[in-house]
């Protein structure tokens, strides 16, 4: 009998870590894909990347929206509100065998909550890492409580998801999914990629990516002109902008950065690059700066150096190529010019990608074939040996 697997998406970035397992799943003659797409997929706002899904041929079983026009506290928690509706309909309607969610987005929240009432085994990826400047970091706990399956990234993980009481033998360590795009796909060349994006690149070249710090209070205006101000003190230098996600305080960077490049001819942003050509960005570009778990999950992989703002990825398990700065103006300054140190740019040759070397779509497609899934609702709490 096939297993129905329904994988739920909300963002462009998420959908990237998901499509090998899709593909898998798709693929796979005892596995059938249901797909629900909600969040920013739907949002013209965020590019209607629900389009990039079916172009690469998907099909979408449900759409869900429940992305409120408002980045406030309460627009959150309504649109929290409106997708656990959503999600309980589109539930009871395709009857799936198991829920599949990766990460600790509020979209994927609602959706777990959903599964939990309505019984429906959930397997979760990328469970037990800390982000500790951001609400993601709870949420992510929490779905790792109402979950039965837990495919993490790093031994670091699998042992904090066990702490939280999960079965030893339901954690399975995969390694993180986004190493398996890098593999896998054709990244584009250099004439390529300026075609794509519609200017030529630089002597030097950045990608920059800077999310809301969601745990701070008003703090998100305040850093990025903070960042920014460092940015447009840079010489021969393109400057490659992708937005913010939907995030509490995410509106009011989205105007500084079109302020910003409408005033910078060396400044382009992006509502979304799609996978192919963001990582033809990451390996064509001097380094990432920001504060996107992108630069400490993926960019390792390619040997390239990170600026890492802040603390909304403060507790990831980094690599070498890792710099850590505070979201203000002098300490960006010396990261950057870290960045560009020649003894810097030697030992990126020693980098090492704690989240593996590739192949986790594929162990997660093998263990949804074969795990028995009977009974696996009843959680058991383990507790670790006494000290």
């Known amino acids: 009998m096939t297993r129905k697997i329904c994988?739920?998406?909300?963002?462009?970035?998420?959908?990237?870590?998901?499509?090998?397992?899709?593909?898998?799943?798709?693929?796979?003659?005892?596995?059938e894909l249901q797909l629900i797409v909600t969040g920013m997929h739907l949002s013209p706002e965020f590019g209607l990347t629900y389009r990039e899904i079916e172009q690469d041929g998907f099909k979408i079983d449900r759409k869900i929206e429940m992305l409120l026009s408002s980045d406030?506290?309460?627009?959150?928690?309504?649109?929290?509100?409106?997708?656990?509706?959503?999600?309980?309909?589109?539930?009871?309607?395709?009857?799936?065998?198991?829920?599949?969610?990766?990460?600790d987005r509020f979209e994927t929240f609602s959706a777990v909550i959903a599964a939990m009432v309505a019984r429906v085994p959930v397997a979760h990826l990328h469970g037990g890492e800390a982000t500790e400047g951001v609400i993601d970091e709870a949420i992510r706990h929490s779905i790792t409580k109402m979950s039965h399956l837990h495919f993490v990234a790093a031994?670091?993980?699998?042992?904090?998801?066990?702490?939280?009481?999960?079965?030893?033998?339901?954690?399975?360590?995969?390694g993180g999914l986004g190493v398996d795009n890098i593999k896998r796909l054709k990244l584009l060349d250099r004439a390529e990629l300026e075609a794509s994006l519609g200017f030529e690149l630089g002597p030097k070249n950045l990608l920059v990516t800077f999310h809301p710090v969601t745990l701070?209070?008003?703090?998100?205006?305040?850093?990025?002109?903070?960042?920014?101000?460092?940015?447009?003190?840079?010489?021969?230098?393109?400057?490659?902008?992708?937005?913010?996600?939907?995030?509490?305080?995410?509106?009011v960077l989205i105007g500084m950065l079109e302020q910003f490049v409408a005033q910078h001819a060396n400044a382009h942003v992006f509502t979304s690059l799609g996978q192919l050509r963001y990582l033809s960005c990451i390996a064509l570009v001097d380094g990432v700066v920001g504060n996107s778990s992108s630069g400490l999950t993926e960019v390792p992989s390619f040997r390239k150096g990170t600026i890492n703002i802040g603390d909304r990825?403060?507790?990831?398990?980094?690599?070498?190529?890792?710099?850590?700065?505070?979201?203000?103006?002098?300490?960006?300054?010396?990261?950057?010019?870290?960045?560009?140190?020649?003894?810097?740019q030697a030992s990126l040759c020693e980098a090492?990608?704690?989240?593996?070397?590739?192949?986790?779509?594929?162990?997660?497609?093998?263990?949804?074939?074969?795990?028995?899934l009977a009974g696996v609702t009843k959680k058991a709490f383990f507790d670790l040996p006494a000290p």
């Open 216 to 251: 701070e209070v008003s703090t998100a205006a305040a850093q990025m002109a903070e960042l920014l101000a460092v940015l447009a003190e840079l010489q021969d230098t393109q400057l490659i902008f992708t937005m913010p996600n939907a995030d509490t305080d995410g509106r």
């Open 155 to 174: 031994e670091e993980y699998r042992r904090r998801v066990i702490q939280l009481g999960e079965q030893p033998e339901r954690v399975f360590l995969v």
């Open 72 to 103: 406030t506290p309460s627009g959150v928690s309504k649109s929290i509100g409106v997708g656990l509706i959503g999600f309980g309909d589109a539930l009871q309607q395709l009857q799936p065998d198991l829920l599949l969610v990766l990460g």
């Open 313 to 344: 990825q403060r507790g990831r398990l980094q690599a070498v190529s890792i710099i850590n700065c505070e979201p203000i103006r002098s300490s960006i300054s010396a990261a950057l010019q870290r960045l560009y140190a020649a003894d810097f």
């Open 352 to 372: 090492r990608n704690p989240y593996g070397e590739g192949g986790a779509s594929k162990k997660v497609v093998d263990t949804l074939r074969r795990v028995a």
């Open 7 to 31: 994988i739920v998406t909300g963002t462009r970035a998420e959908f990237g870590q998901l499509r090998w397992v899709m593909e898998g799943i798709r693929a796979s003659r005892d596995l």
